[in-house]
């Protein structure tokens, strides 16, 4: 879900 | 992954080791706040309590583990090692930087995208990262010289914060359903805490000198 996608960052 | 935040991640990772090659090789950390460092660690450590349970990429997880190993045997190296800690300017680093814990938990207790716990102490290490440099610029406004090393350390961590900016914007336009204003919000301010050194950094390379903070 689009709050999770940051989750690919550091 | 787009060059912005390859580039992003590379001039994070080139800070660290050029700190660790400071304290390393040279045996020293003058100029550096431990203050800081010991935020850092914070902040990874609750960014990335999903390092066992949410799988992205080998990428990734390798990274994680060395900003958690690098930030952490830092903190060590100025707290317990035996030649370091005496290069330590303890008089320089006063900040009270748990005082700075405090705000950013109850902001993420409140303002967060989900209220579980690994999402609020997520963004948490967010809000935290946002003002972690603040007792390290602090430093350095009173030591005023700063060594090669130090300076080209907190260039290089404001390069990555510069280039994840791009980033955001770069995906922003690229991918659908982009909007994280928690992270946008944090992370500008965080760039922005370096813009005064960047504005220094720049007229001391420039003009061929050393760099030096205004009083």
Avoid at chain 2, 45 to 57: A, E, K, P, Q, W
């Amino acid at each position: 879900d689009d709050a999770e996608t940051l989750k690919d960052e550091l | 992954m787009n060059i912005f935040r390859l580039a992003g991640d590379m001039t994070h990772l080139a800070s660290v080791l050029v700190l660790l090659l400071k304290i390393h090789t040279i045996k020293s950390c003058a100029g550096i706040s431990l203050k800081t460092q010991e935020l850092f660690a914070i902040v990874f450590l609750t960014r990335y309590l999903d390092l066992f349970t949410n799988f992205i990429s080998i990428y990734n997880t390798i990274m994680k583990l060395i900003f958690l190993g690098s930030s952490f045997s830092i903190v060590w190296y100025i707290r317990r090692h035996r030649v370091v800690r005496r290069s330590y300017d303890k008089d320089q680093d006063t900040f009270r930087h748990f005082f700075l814990m405090w705000p950013c938990l109850i902001l993420a207790i409140f303002i967060n995208e989900k209220f579980t716990l690994k999402e609020v102490m997520w963004t948490f290490s967010i809000y935290l990262e946002a003002i972690a440099i603040l007792p390290q610029l602090v430093m350095l406004q009173r030591t005023r010289n700063i060594d090669n090393l130090t300076g080209q350390y907190i260039f290089l961590l404001g390069a990555y914060r510069a280039f994840y900016i791009l980033n955001w914007i770069y995906r922003y336009f690229t991918e659908e359903h982009y909007v994280h204003w928690i992270t946008w919000v944090a992370g500008v301010i965080q760039t922005l805490l370096y813009g005064d050194f960047f504005y220094y950094y720049f007229q001391s390379w420039k003009n061929n000198v050393k760099l030096e903070l205004p009083a």
